[in-house]
């Protein structure tokens, strides 16, 4: 019962370093976003997708890439590091549809702290 | 677009005693959710409570309460009896709707300390 698992927890870049945030959820989620978490900002949304190969944009794409081959996975790219991509990084996934359900809440993985230099 | 305000940074309650964080929200929708976040120090964000905007009633869970006005656009939380394992930053989150790609929306949060 593994639910979202993000790996690595904890890294280190210099500027213009390029690295790949992994995520993956065994539940059989249709829904995976990934946010950033910056002090005193709550979190904020990079991308999303709704299923295997459809992705989109949220509040705060830029300098990152997301593709979705599985429904299990969910990679976030950042090409060329930047300081200002200092910050925590959480994948989240949910059920999807079930109209008024109330049971499609996030489900969150314990998040990647991630330093740019 | 959907704004979440939370106008307490920090609040500060005694063990066994009752304290309410503050959300306002804007929005145009009729049809959305709700949700308050829990966030301790490990990080992990926990599901505290979530209000269908549909439902009159409001939501609890265990010592977890809100009050959610949904003409005035508020949904607090209240905590009560609370607990030294209560201390965390909390969230309070928007959603709009069902339909696929609708994003949940965050305050800013509130850290709430508890003194034993």
């Known amino acids: 019962n593994a639910g979202v698992t993000q790996t690595p927890k904890f890294q280190v870049l210099k500027t213009g370093q390029s690295m790949t945030l992994q995520c993956a959820q065994d539940m059989n989620h249709e829904y995976m976003s990934w946010y950033r978490q910056d002090p005193g900002m709550g979190l904020r949304l990079i991308h999303y997708s709704v299923g295997a190969g459809i992705t989109d944009q949220g509040e705060v794409p830029n300098g990152y890439n997301v593709s979705r081959s599985t429904t299990e996975d969910f990679p976030l790219r950042l090409l060329s590091a930047a300081p200002s991509q200092t910050s925590v990084y959480f994948c989240?996934?949910?059920?999807?549809?079930?109209?008024?359900?109330?049971?499609?809440?996030?489900?969150f993985g314990a998040g990647s702290r991630l330093t740019v230099l | 677009a959907q704004t979440v305000t939370q106008s307490q940074p920090e609040m500060s309650v005694q063990e066994a005693e009752t304290v309410t964080l503050s959300c306002t929200y804007d929005?145009?929708?009729?049809?959305?959710?709700l949700f308050w976040y829990k966030q301790p120090p490990s990080r992990q964000m926990i599901l505290v409570i979530r209000q269908e905007a549909y439902k009159q009633q409001n939501a609890t869970e265990n010592r977890f309460s809100v009050n959610f006005q949904k003409a005035a656009k508020s949904f607090s939380l209240k905590i009560s009896d609370s607990q030294l394992g209560d201390a965390a930053m909390y969230f309070c989150a928007y959603r709009r709707g069902e339909a696929a790609g609708n994003k949940l929306t965050f305050g800013g949060g509130t850290r709430v300390l508890v003194k034993p």
């Open positions: 989240a996934s949910r059920r999807m549809g079930q109209v008024r359900s109330g049971a499609n809440v996030l489900t």
């Open positions: 929005t145009s929708e009729s049809d959305y959710y």
